[in-house]
C-alpha cells in the first residue's frame, strides 16, 4: 500500500464533479489498490474521512469511518456512488475540518439524520442510515464528489479557527 499526495485547497481537482463508477471498474485490482491506498492515507493523516478528488481521481466514492463513536476501532467504510437522504428536516452546527484545508477548523450546518445508499468496495448495494457525527462525515465527503468544500456550506464565517487555537478555545464545545 501507499501514502497518496493529498491535493490541497486552490488545486483545480477539488472543484470538479467525479463521474460515477462502473461496478465492473470497482473490482478491477487498480481500483481495489486505490482504495486501500486512500484509506491508509485517511489514518496518516488522522483523518476520518478521504475523497476521491482530494487524491487526484475525479471519482465518485470516499472512504471515512463512520462509527457513532469517533474513537472506536472500526473499519474504514468505502462509500461509492453515494446518494444522499435526508431523513429530518432540521440541520445542526458542528465543528469540521479538511485533510485539503490543512489545520483549519469551523462551524458547519449539515442535516443530522440522512440514508445513503451507494455500492460498497465488492459493487453490492448498501444502504446506511447515519445519524450525527457520521451523518456529518458522509455529507462532507459527498460535497468533495460534487467539487463543494466545508467553507461553502459555512453560514458565517466567524468561527473559522486555526487548529491551535481551536485546541485551546473550542474544542470543549465538540460533542
Ligand atoms: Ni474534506
Redesign the pocket.
Known amino acids: 500500500m501507499s501514502i497518496l499526495k493529498v491535493a490541497r485547497m486552490g488545486h483545480p481537482v477539488l472543484r470538479m464533479r467525479g463521474r460515477a463508477l462502473e461496478k465492473s471498474e470497482i473490482r478491477h485490482p487498480l481500483f481495489q489498490k486505490l482504495i486501500d491506498d486512500m484509506i491508509e492515507t485517511m489514518h496518516e493523516y488522522n483523518g476520518v ?1 478521504l ?1 476521491g478528488p ?1 487524491v487526484h481521481e475525479g471519482v465518485r466514492m470516499f472512504v471515512a469511518l463512520l462509527a457513532e463513536d469517533p474513537d472506536s476501532k472500526t473499519d474504514a467504510s468505502v462509500i461509492i456512488n453515494p446518494e444522499i437522504t435526508p431523513l429530518a428536516g432540521s440541520r445542526e452546527e458542528g465543528w469540521e475540518g ?3 484545508i490543512p489545520d483549519i477548523r469551523g462551524m458547519v450546518p449539515r442535516f443530522t439524520d440522512i440514508s445513503v445508499k451507494a455500492l460498497d468496495r465488492e459493487g453490492r448495494n448498501i444502504e446506511l442510515r447515519l445519524k450525527n457525527f457520521p451523518a456529518r462525515v458522509a455529507q ?2 459527498t460535497d ?1 464528489l460534487d467539487g463543494v468544500l ?1 467553507f461553502d456550506r459555512m453560514t458565517s464565517m466567524q468561527s473559522l479557527t486555526y487548529l491551535e487555537e481551536y485546541s485551546r478555545f473550542h474544542a470543549k464545545d465538540d460533542d
Open positions: 474521512g475523497a482530494q479538511c485533510l485539503s462532507h465527503e468533495h466545508f
